[in-house]
């Protein structure tokens, strides 16, 4: 699948009205994960690959969820990349910052390059997270976080691909 149509599953989310029944705890333990899941990932292949697939200030939310989980502000950094893990697909995600935040931790994103943002955001100090939502696409788990690095919002979201070890028989790698 092209990355193109790998980014699109983030706008073809359906947001759970309410935390999900589980299919298993392996499940349950990689959607609540509160910790880099950079990391996590980087346990099954070592280091991860990231393509940025689009890049740039936009003028508005993508989609209506997300325009209600940050202040209004007319402009947002919009970052949307493809995580690789032994070259295959893992994880699709979107990540929005509000033009307003114009120092501060969540101001780095803007230069991170092909730096993963847990990568970034979990070296510097566990960032807050207040809200945390879950969604399908098709068979696929999605989440979604709005983060608080030093009070200053972003929202992540992030859709797991087929590839990814979530769905791996057997469950998780050892620490």
Not at 15 to 38: C, H, I, N, Q, Y
Request: charged share 25%; with cysteine; hydrophobic share 40%.
């Amino acid at each position: 699948m092209p990355d193109q149509a790998i980014v699109a599953l983030l706008d073809g989310i359906q947001w759970l009205d309410a935390p999900p029944s589980w299919p298993d705890d392996v499940t349950r333990s990689w959607l609540t994960e509160r910790g880099s899941m950079t990391r996590r990932l980087e346990r099954y292949c070592g280091q991860i690959r990231v393509r940025r697939f689009r890049e740039g200030f936009v003028p508005a939310c993508i989609e209506p969820g997300e325009a209600a989980l940050l202040p209004d502000c007319g402009r947002f950094w919009l970052r949307e990349v493809v995580l690789y893990g032994y070259d295959k697909p893992w994880l699709t995600a979107r990540t929005l910052v509000p033009a307003a935040t114009k120092a501060g931790p969540a101001q780095h994103v803007l230069s991170l390059g092909d730096v993963p943002l847990g990568q970034w955001l979990f070296r510097h100090w566990p960032p807050a997270r207040d809200i945390m939502q879950f969604g399908r696409v098709g068979d696929l788990w999605a989440r979604r976080a709005r983060l608080l690095p030093d009070g200053q919002p972003l929202l992540l979201t992030e859709a797991f691909l087929p590839d990814c070890p979530l769905y791996a028989r057997g469950g998780d790698a050892p620490e």
